[in-house]
Every structure is written in structure tokens, then in C-alpha cells.
């Protein structure tokens, strides 16, 4: 099976270079303060030249206005914007328009309903991500390392594309991949030894459970 994967949260050229020497075909950078893995535009910008021609770099944001993007943007120059808050279909279109790059919506899942949610933003997203909803008192939309129930996506069209994620890791790949038939994996806390800090290791193994997966 093809499979996507990203690898979300990125800080250091060593844990890029990991990342892209594994597979990955996205690689992600946070710019939310609040967020372990913050980083500004500009070290963004310096690690992202590794990707070219490699991997599609991810800008992600949360509730972020136009004049943060803006610098986002023209500082790191993405390839894909993923928009981690709770930007209305309109917010999504209007960014979507204002730079001209593809946008990838993040809805937060607990139950059947909260898929419901996505209706709105069919033709205006161009592809979703389903992470599972923060714990109580969480500062963070995503990265949290808690996982939701997989077979809730069963209901969604076999055509939709999306990227699967929240609590994601090396021990459990296999069996979200089954339950889902996701073709795309977003991964940050999974491959962590602490928050923010990426494990080389932690995310080879990553990459040698995804490969045992498509072969299974």
C-alpha cells in the first residue's frame, strides 16, 4: 500500500535529516507559541531548505491572522498550509485565496458527531486532519499523544483525503492502519522522548513499523 507520512513538529536538522533519510514525504513546523515545538519563521525557513525536492514542507498555525501568515509565509515559503484551530470554512477559503497554497483543515474527534463537522468544508479544504480531541486543560490542540477511536472513520467516503492523527506511535501503526485504511499519517509526540524533543530512534522505529504494516 502507498502510505503518506509526516513527521510534524520539527526543531532540530538532525531530526529533519532523520525524517527525510526514513521516508517522509511532509515534514511539519509549528508556529504556536503555546507549543513545545514553536519555532520561528526564520529557523523554519533555514531547516525547510533540506526538504527541498524531498519532502513537502507543513506550515501549521492555530487561529492565526493574516499578518502571522504573511510572515509564515514569505519567510518559510511552504509548500502546504495546515490550519490546527477553529477556522470557519470562510477563514479556510480566505487563506486558501490570500496565498495561493493548498490547505490542510485539522478537525478534533471524540465521537461520531464530531465528523459531522467536516460537511462544511468539503470543496474548500483540500485535504482534512483527524486528531483526536486535547485532554482537559491542554494548551495544545495537537500533540498530546492521545489517540481517539479509529473505527469512527469507517463512515467517511473511501475517497476523502485525509491524513490520520493523535497518538499515533511505532507500537500501534499497524493496527490504526488496519482499522482505517488511512493513506496518510501525521506523527509529532509518537517519535519524542520529551515534549518538543525528537528521538532518532524513536522515529526509525517509527518508519520500520510503518513498512512492517504495508507488508502485512
Known sequence: MELSVKICGLTTPEALQTALDDGADHVGFIFFPKSPRHIAPEDAAR??????????????????????????VSVMEPDLLQLHGNESPERVAAVRTRFGLPVMKAFAVRDAGDLDAIQAYHGVADRFLFDAKPPAGAEVPGGNGVAFDWTLLSALDDDLDYMLSGGLNADN???????????????????????????NGLINAFFKAVDAAKTA
Open 47 to 72: 531547516l525547510r531548505v533540506a526538504a527541498r525536492s524531498r519532502a513537502k514542507a507543513v506550515a501549521v498555525s492555530v487561529n492565526a491572522d493574516d499578518p502571522t501568515l504573511d510572515s509564515i
Open 173 to 199: 501503526i499497524g493496527t490504526a492502519l488496519r482499522q482505517t485504511g488511512a493513506r496518510a499519517v501525521d506523527i509529532s509526540s509518537g517519535v519524542e522522548r520529551a515534549p518538543g524533543v525528537k528521538d
